[in-house]
């Protein structure tokens, strides 16, 4: 029987190599969590160990229930009648499995019946659901609601809501995206206003909200009258009752068992989570950490799953006498593939452990601000460790999802005419990833986020360090090879900025956000390799394969390849 945690071998690396030492001792209060709770850990180990259990149970639901209900969820759909949508029957019988499991609020708090876990534990989680059955992992993933209402919702908020969030009674929604404001959210119009009792009510039309037949929304909103930019708007929460219209749900390429609903707020109901106006500028950017590492945690189990296709067919399938997993021109995009594969998820989980100590030395500063304390040191380290995740999770998103259609591609052309039929589930998997690089902020949206950061040299302090360290035998070899690509990254930083020209480094920002990864991600790996011998076959083909793509991004940017960009007005004509 499969168990999607324990028969995957990098899986199990990476989650032995989460650096989370700190980060729980925060979340347990110092272990003092357990004397409150039984079943809280009363040392790292034992929470190490309570996270590796929780995973084999989802691990388990995943690999022997959830993948074997995939393709029927994706025949079937979501159904809308009357403005009322009903789940397949298969996700029906998921979530119901997943909620007997208490997996439903992993990461929030346990005096509400959640699990209380760091957020890169729940991501290995979404990532394993997402290798199952990507739908779901839409309706699983939104456990981020519960814990923007923990976060920034006041206590009568939190007990109104989470405890059901927990049991897996209540499913949320993010109510971000309108007709006229999806990438843009300053453009939002839906309005928030107040009776003369101070109740709110919400009022407008939200567009391609994922998992819009929820119970509980998140929904953004202008409660500023008068305003038309990101200051006016703020957070509300509100139930789906009678006023709340579900006018449609997309008939979309993939993800058919997770609904995408249009929705009409006719007068609603709601209450304000945490204070006016930093609806956006506040909230949604804490949202977007969480988001941007659910769609790629999402992103690398589609792209574990077409892998596990493509090796199981090219072993199986024969041709001219012989399996195709022996033809090297298959053989090598096979190796591509699990090279990207397990790349990514050494990003993904360096991410998700930013994020987890972001967010805890948040906790921490909080604290000390309700004592009345301002401890210098830590303020500063945590507006370091906040601008390395802003750096870091938007690279994950770009480079995890980009990545995973381009193995669902191969996987499919692995199989040939084969995949091509809905009697293989890698024409579903190429369907699914296609939204991943779409939805919570487009490929070009996460180049513009990092790129301030690549151009500010974020990880310079890094760089400076890994090139000192000895590294044995030939991985001495590789961190030479990352040193030429840095001394390629800082000709073409150089060149972009002498130019003085804003409108060539907007041109020129994917190939130097590119050129930075290259780098970071092989130091990754060369820590990777020391320390397993696998690793140094993944560490040689990315990083000698980095060298060249690094040549080919600097002669983009300074052969000015792109330049006609900044005078397409007068060609696409």
């Given amino acids: 029987m499969p168990n999607f945690f324990t028969d995957n071998k990098d899986l199990l690396f990476q989650f032995e190599r989460l650096d989370l030492k700190e980060v729980v001792q925060i979340a347990e209060n110092n272990y003092e969590e357990s004397k409150k709770f039984p079943y809280a850990p009363v040392d790292f180990e034992d929470a190490m160990e309570n996270y590796r259990k929780v995973l084999e149970v989802v ?140 109740q709110w009510f919400l009022k407008g039309v939200k567009r391609f909200i994922t998992n819009g037949n929820a119970d509980i929304h998140l929904v953004l909103a202008r409660s500023e009258a008068g305003t038309k930019d990101g200051r006016g708007l703020s957070m509300f929460v509100c139930y789906r009752d009678k006023s709340l219209v579900i006018r449609r749900i997309e008939n979309k390429l993939g993800i058919h068992g997770s609904p995408t609903c249009e929705l009409q707020f006719n007068d609603t109901p709601a209450w304000l989570v945490g204070k006016r106006k930093f609806g956006l500028i506040k909230y949604v950017f804490d949202l977007m950490f969480r988001a941007r590492l659910g769609v790629s945690a999402q992103a690398l189990g589609i792209s574990q799953a077409a892998y596990e296709e493509a090796l199981k067919y090219a072993k199986d399938r024969v041709q001219f006498g012989k399996s195709i997993y022996n033809i090297p021109a298959v053989t090598n995009i096979l190796l591509d593939m699990r090279t990207t594969l397990e790349t990514n998820r050494t990003i993904m989980y360096a991410a998700g452990t930013a994020v987890d100590l972001k967010e805890k030395l948040e906790e921490l500063v909080e604290k000390n601000k309700a004592e009345g304390k301002n401890d210098v040191a830590l303020n500063e380290r945590l507006k370091s460790v906040t601008k390395f995740a802003n750096f870091v999770t938007p690279l994950a998103k770009y480079i995890l999802t980009e990545s995973s259609n381009k193995i669902t591609y191969d996987a499919l052309q692995i199989h ?18 296609r939204i991943t690089n779409i939805y919570e902020g487009t490929s070009q949206l996460h180049i513009v986020a990092a790129i301030g950061a690549v151009i500010g040299d974020i990880l310079k302090d890094m760089f400076d360090k890994k090139e000192k360290k000895e590294y044995p035998g030939g991985l001495s070899r590789l961190s030479e090879i990352l040193k030429e690509i840095r001394v390629i990254f800082y000709d073409c930083l150089k060149y972009v900025v002498d130019k003085k020209d804003v409108s060539f480094q907007d041109v020129a920002a994917k190939d130097l956000v590119e050129l930075y990864s290259y780098i970071y991600t092989g130091w990754l790996l060369l820590d990777e390799a020391e320390v397993n011998e696998g690793k140094k076959f993944i560490a040689n083909r990315y990083i000698i394969e980095s060298l060249a793509n690094a040549r080919r991004n600097a002669e983009n940017i300074k052969n000015e390849l792109f330049t006609d960009i900044l005078h397409a007005d007068k060609i696409l004509i």
Avoid at 67 to 80: K, L, P, Q, W
Avoid at 416 to 433: I, N, S, W
């Fill in 416 to 433: 040939g005419g084969t995949g091509y039929m809905k009697e293989f589930r890698v024409e579903r998997l190429a369907r699914d990833a």
């Fill in 59 to 198: 691990g388990d639901i995943a690999g022997n229930y959830i993948d074997a209900r995939a393709s029927e969820v994706d025949s079937e759909g979501a159904h809308y009648n009357n403005g009322d949508v009903n789940y397949a029957s298969g996700t029906v019988e998921n979530l119901k499995q997943l909620s007997q499991a208490d997996l439903m609020g992993m990461v929030l708090p346990r005096k509400f019946g959640g699990l209380h876990f760091p957020t890169s534990v729940y991501m290995m989680a979404t990532e394993m659901i997402a290798r199952a059955d990507a739908s779901l992992m839409n309706i699983f993933g939104l456990q981020d609601i519960g814990e923007m209402i923990n976060k920034f919702g006041d206590e009568s908020q939190r007990e109104e809501f989470l405890p059901k969030f927990c049991t897996g009674e209540y499913t949320g929604a993010m109510a971000l995206t309108e007709p006229d404001a999806g990438s843009d959210l300053q453009a939002v119009k839906l309005t928030a206003y107040q009776d003369e009792k101070g």
